[in-house]
């Protein structure tokens, strides 16, 4: 068994009284006081979603954009060094 992940903002979900489920490794959040209080406080105010437990890819190399235009949707290489954009792996056919 592997020790679980935790995200940066770990103490302050622990500290607003999260509680926390497995997801994948992670020790995440699921709920914070009751479904209807935390529909109201989004709906009022600000929600937030954690997504570090998202995963990230590296690709280096002079033709690393291009590579990433095969293998995702969307241009990759037009992004600007330092910029992220979400997006969708694709399988040989170019679908989902």
Do not use: C, N
Not at 25 to 41: F, T
């Amino acid at each position: 068994m592997t020790d679980a992940r935790y995200s940066p903002l770990h103490d302050l979900h622990v500290e607003l009284g999260a509680s926390f489920t497995d997801f994948a490794g992670w020790q995440m959040p699921v709920r914070y006081d009751s479904d209807l209080a935390e529909h109201h406080a989004v709906r009022e105010r600000v929600g937030m979603f954690d997504i570090s437990h998202m995963a990230e890819i590296s690709v280096t190399g002079s033709q690393a954009g291009e590579f990433l235009d095969y293998a995702v949707a969307g241009k990759m290489s037009a992004l600007a060094l330092g910029q992220a954009k979400y997006t969708l792996l694709l399988t040989d056919d170019g679908t989902v």
